[in-house]
């Protein structure tokens, strides 16, 4: 397993700007790693449930995760719950051993009073709020040992539901564009639809 610091500059060239929630992201995801005893996902090794949702704060923590446990939305081993709250579900697809991982409320709620959100909630950009906020909170989210700000859950074993991916194309008839068939849609003319062009609302 990579440590912290093998993984914080890769999260960092991810995610865009340095912020407190991201590293606590890395963190909680090393955590849940090494709890099941697992190793980045090559492909869908693991799967992540996440519990935050968009439009709230701290919502960067979802790309520390990604980028420790290699659960990604283009691997599709990745979903959100829109719960809006700060945990997560790591899932070993091998054998099926799941944890939950969630940031302390009395860590949270603290970490909500920072000058950093602060500067957020004033509308501020994350990547223009001054080094000199941002960097205390970082190197602290980094020394902070896992216990302090993390509950980890204990390891249980879920049921897996295997699916193997669709590999077979068709062109939409109407744009011309590539399809994977399990999201084609037939016209009453016996066309064949893409989405967007068959008009249907999901
Ligand atoms: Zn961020
Ligand atoms: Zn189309």
């Known amino acids: ?3 912290f610091d093998e993984v914080f500059p890769i999260g960092l060239e991810f995610h865009g700007h340095r912020c407190p929630a991201m590293p606590m992201g890395i963190k909680a995801g090393l955590a849940a790693m090494e709890r099941l005893g697992v190793e980045h996902s090559a492909d869908k090794e693991l799967s992540v449930i996440s519990e935050t949702g968009k439009g709230h704060a701290a919502g960067c923590f979802l790309d520390g995760i990604m980028t420790a446990t290699g659960c990604t939305y283009g691997k599709s081993n990745i979903e959100k719950l829109y719960y809006n709250k700060m945990a997560f579900t790591l ?6 051993k799941s944890v939950r ?3 302390k409320p009395d ?5 909500l009073g920072s000058p950093f959100v602060q500067q957020r909630k ?13 960097n205390p909170l970082i190197e602290k989210v980094i020394g902070l040992k896992d216990e302090m ?4 859950g204990e390891v249980k074993t879920i049921e897996l539901k295997k699916k193997n991916g669709v590999f077979e194309t068709k062109r939409c008839d ?5 399809t994977f068939v399990n999201k084609l849609r037939l016209t009453p003319d016996g066309k064949t639809a ?6 249907y609302v999901e």
């Not at 700000?149 to 980890?152: E, S």
């Not at 893409?194 to 008009?199: A, F, L, N, R, T």
């Open 1 to 3: 397993m990579k440590t």
């Open 91 to 96: 899932i070993d697809n091998k054998t099926g």
């Open 101 to 103: 991982v969630s940031l």
């Open 107 to 111: 860590f949270f709620e603290k970490a």
């Open 122 to 134: 004033a509308g501020v950009p994350p990547q223009d709020i001054d080094p000199e906020i941002a």
């Open 149 to 152: 700000f993390l509950d980890i």
């Open 174 to 178: 109407f744009c011309g564009e590539v």
């Open 194 to 199: 893409c989405i967007p062009c068959s008009g």
